[in-house]
């Protein structure tokens, strides 16, 4: 109970260091105005070459770099849309794995991090390839029903469905599981 409420404490900070930053820095077009109707620009508001970091007390727990981010309300919901992002994951102050693609969206209110469109999830001695994958920040893991391939240093696996923790260390494959494997000798 007491961890649940620290995290979504935690979770309240990083947004709210996200829309200070955003406030503080970003440029927005006003909307135009045609009469009595109103038109949007574009996104709330815009900024480039952005750094985000969530902090739990003094630990990084995952830090994201980007282009550009967007600030976008709605259907009631709060958006932070980012392209040409490398989001790194952390444990005891060290890189555990990384995530790159093209274009993402973190959900105030959910905390959870979409990333659709080809992505890269890489550990020490691993690589996962999909085309879609979603951060969850409170259990700390990574899933997806997309087709997988899992590179390792024994070879590939594929499958369909994902859950995967931040490291890597632990990746369970949902269905249509096929791969070649390497027999590697050893020393």
């Not at 490398?86 to 794995?97: G, T």
Request: hydrophobic letters at 40%.
């Amino acid at each position: 109970m007491v961890s649940q409420a620290l995290e979504e404490a935690a979770g309240m900070r990083f947004f709210f260091l996200i829309l200070g930053v955003m406030l503080v820095f970003g440029c927005s077009s006003p909307p135009e105005r045609h009469g009595d109707a109103e038109v949007s620009a574009g996104p709330d508001k815009l900024i480039e070459g952005v750094t985000l970091t969530e902090m739990d007390g003094p630990d990084k727990k995952w830090e994201l770099n980007a282009a550009t981010a967007e600030l976008i309300k709605e259907s009631g919901r709060e958006l932070i849309k980012v392209r040409d992002y490398k989001m790194n994951f952390f444990e005891e102050d060290s890189a555990v794995s990384e995530l790159t693609g093209i274009e993402g969206e973190y959900d105030r209110d959910t905390e959870v991090f979409d990333a659709p469109g080809r992505v890269e999830i890489i550990s020490e001695d691993r690589k996962i390839i999909t085309s879609y994958v979603r951060w969850h920040p409170v259990r700390e893991i990574f899933t997806t029903d997309m087709e997988v391939e899992i590179y390792t240093q024994h070879g590939v696996v594929r499958g369909i469905g994902m859950v995967a923790s931040k490291n890597l260390n632990e990746i369970d494959i949902i269905e249509k599981i096929s791969g070649e494997l390497r027999h590697i000798e050893a020393d």
